[in-house]
Each structure stands twice: as structure tokens, then as C-alpha cells.
């Protein structure tokens, strides 16, 4: 008998894959509810399905693969508690993150008197993301500070503690995931404490999860100073943003940073790869890849020649003309290809992109 999916049907290129395998249906993230989980083996899931005990309690679930990168969706503990695995697509969107990233640096450059390449960036979270930022920054001579306390103790070298961050950096870009709990708890990361101890006027930029800066206490920084600006992407109630935090933002986006043709292929890719492997099946390939165009050709000897095929402030305004309709504009955001997607001429950077 053929085990039974629920895909979220937002998710790219994954209609057809498992078809051969599974019994497969797709639902949109809110019609996926306790009701239809009822009798699924598995669930293909967004960041929008909380699995928790009322979506999973007496149903048959065996698995989630979640087509993302983070897990504070997933209610770990009540998984392991029932016997539950889950995996999530570790990784795969690092790059249209950069890429997102750079496009903001590059904003900050032009509405500021102070080039990008005399800053300090400090990057909270070192893994995949914050990782592979700090090398593309590197490459092009800009100093980088990074912090991740849970790489330092496991005797990471490089890294520096969040107090140093707010001494020194003029940038800081968050890029940790969202947790409550353990020894090094993010939500709130970036808040009073922090905020009232920074050495200079930076600019936060969180494309990380909303919860880690408060944004109420972003307001209150920019109010009294301590803050040149902020940038974001994700923001704590997604489906009830406050007017005031989009409007005083330099840049707001409807949490597509990551939203790259590149980056969705591989997340379906890991998704549908998690469930073949759970139910022992051959590996699927997603339904779709990228267009078959030759790829466009990128110099990638400075930061503007990356940043000229994606326009962050585009994907600004669209937000701030229709803040009530952040989840159409996410949902039908048109992919855009990273840096992954194109012929890059430079060829330290061709080597770290890979």
C-alpha cells in the first residue's frame, strides 16, 4: 500500500515527483489541518503549518519534511515524544540569502556617506548562511566579525562575543534560527539590553526569524538614535505586521530572502529526498528546473556588478504600497535567480559558490 503525502502546495517544483510512490495530495498551508492529517504517512510542509500537538494528536503522521530552513515550525519535542522524525532543507537557500544580503549593503552604500568597504559587518550566526556571507564579504576586502556561541564552545575559532559586535560593528546581520530555550536562546537576541550597549549607530538587518530583534525596540533605538536604521525581511507576527515597523524600516520585505529559483529547487529537492528515503523508495528530482536559458554572464569582480540583476528596493515598495497583502506577495513572489544561476566570471567567487 502506498504511503499517503500531504504537500503544501505552495512549494515548487514538487508535483509529480513522488506520484509514482505515494498517494499524494496537495493543500494549501491552512487547509492542512488535524482533520486531513488524520490518515497521512507523511506531510511536506512551509514555515506556515505548525506541527504541533494539534495538528499531529492521534493522527498517523510518521514524518515531516519541511521544505525550509528552519524547525521552529516543528514541535521537536512532542516528535520525539511520539516517534515522529522530521527533517528540514538545511542550506539550501544560503545563497539567495547572500545574495539578499549584499543588495541591502549596497542600499545602505548608496543612502550613506560611508562606503561598504571601510565597514565593519557583524554577523550574528555563523552556519550555512552567515557562513558563506562572511566569505563573499572577505573575498571583496570587507572586515567581518562573527558570533555564534554554540560553534565557540564546540572550539570554532574566528568568533568573536556579541558585546564586541556592538562595539564595533557599523552593519550587524542576524542570521541565527529562532529558539527559547538551551544556553543560548535567540528570540529577542537583539533587544534592550543589547541595543542600549552598542558603540556606534549601526544598522540591524534581520533575515534570520522575526522574534530574533524586537521590533518594538528597534522603533525605540531608531527614536532615540541608537540605531542609524534597520532592514528586514522577517518579522514576529507575519500575519498582523505592525504599520509602524514596516513604514520606519530603510527596507522591509515579505520574507523572501531566500525565495530563489536556486534555492526552492533544492529545498523541494531535500524535502521529497527525506520522504524517499523514510519510506524506501528511489530518490525523486523535483518537477521542474531551471529554465533551460544559457545562464547570464556576472563579471563578479565587485559587489555592485552581483547585485545589479536584483533590485531589493523593488521587492520594498511592494510591501510598503500593500502591507495587508503579505502573504499573496509571498506566496506569488516570482523566484529569482541567485548568484548560483549565473556564469560568474570571477573565479574565487565561481570556486565559493561551487
Given amino acids: ?5 500531504i504537500i503544501d502546495s505552495h512549494i515548487p517544483y514538487a508535483a509529480g515527483a513522488l506520484e509514482p510512490h505515494a498517494e499524494v ?9 488535524r482533520a486531513v492529517c488524520l490518515d497521512a504517512d507523511a506531510l511536506v510542509v512551509r514555515t506556515r503549518t505548525l506541527c504541533n500537538e494539534q495538528l499531529l494528536r492521534g493522527t498517523s503522521v510518521r514524518l515531516i519534511a519541511s521544505a525550509t530552513v528552519g524547525t521552529d515550525h516543528i514541535d521537536t519535542n512532542y516528535c520525539a515524544a511520539h516517534g515522529i522524525k522530521y527533517s528540514n532543507a538545511a542550506g539550501s537557500n544560503a545563497w539567495a540569502v547572500v545574495q539578499w544580503v549584499v543588495s541591502a549593503l549596497l542600499y ?3 543612502h550613506s556617506a560611508k562606503s561598504i568597504y571601510e565597514s565593519t559587518v557583524g554577523i550574528v550566526g555563523a552556519g550555512a548562511i552567515g557562513q558563506k556571507l562572511a566569505d563573499t564579504l ?3 576586502g570587507i572586515r567581518c566579525l562573527r558570533n555564534d556561541p554554540p560553534r565557540a564552545e564546540m572550539g570554532e575559532k574566528g568568533l568573536v562575543d556579541l558585546a564586541t559586535i556592538g562595539r564595533e560593528a557599523d552593519i550587524i546581520t542576524l542570521h541565527t534560527p529562532l529558539t527559547t530555550t538551551g544556553k543560548h536562546p535567540t528570540a529577542h ?3 534592550r539590553t543589547f541595543l542600549h550597549q552598542l558603540g556606534k549607530r549601526p544598522i540591524i538587518i534581520n533575515a534570520a526569524r522575526g522574534g530574533v530583534a524586537d521590533e518594538y525596540e528597534l522603533l525605540e533605538a531608531l527614536d532615540y538614535r541608537r540605531i542609524r536604521g534597520y532592514i528586514l525581511d522577517t518579522y514576529e507576527t507575519e500575519t498582523d505586521i505592525p504599520t509602524e515597523v514596516i513604514e520606519q524600516a530603510l527596507l522591509s520585505t515579505p520574507h523572501i530572502a531566500g525565495y530563489s529559483i536556486e534555492g526552492k529547487q533544492k529545498a523541494t529537492e531535500q524535502a521529497l529526498q527525506a520522504v524517499a528515503e523514510f519510506f524506501g523508495f528511489e530518490r525523486p528530482a523535483p518537477s521542474a ?21 536584483y533590485d531589493i528596493s523593488a521587492d520594498s515598495r511592494a510591501l510598503r504600497l500593500q502591507p495587508q497583502n503579505f502573504e499573496s506577495l509571498r506566496n506569488h513572489y516570482q523566484y529569482r535567480h541567485d548568484w548560483r544561476g549565473f556564469d560568474i566570471g570571477n573565479p574565487r567567487l565561481r570556486a565559493l559558490i561551487g
Fill in 108 to 110: 545602505i552604500e548608496k
Fill in 289 to 309: 528546473q531551471t529554465p533551460g536559458d544559457p545562464k547570464r554572464f556576472v563579471n563578479g569582480y565587485s559587489l555592485s556588478d552581483l547585485a545589479q540583476y
Fill in 1 to 5: 500500500m502506498k504511503p499517503r503525502v
Fill in 138 to 140: 572577505e573575498l571583496f
Fill in 25 to 33: 495530495h496537495y493543500l494549501s498551508g491552512e487547509a492542512i489541518t
Fill in 189 to 191: 537576541l537583539i533587544g
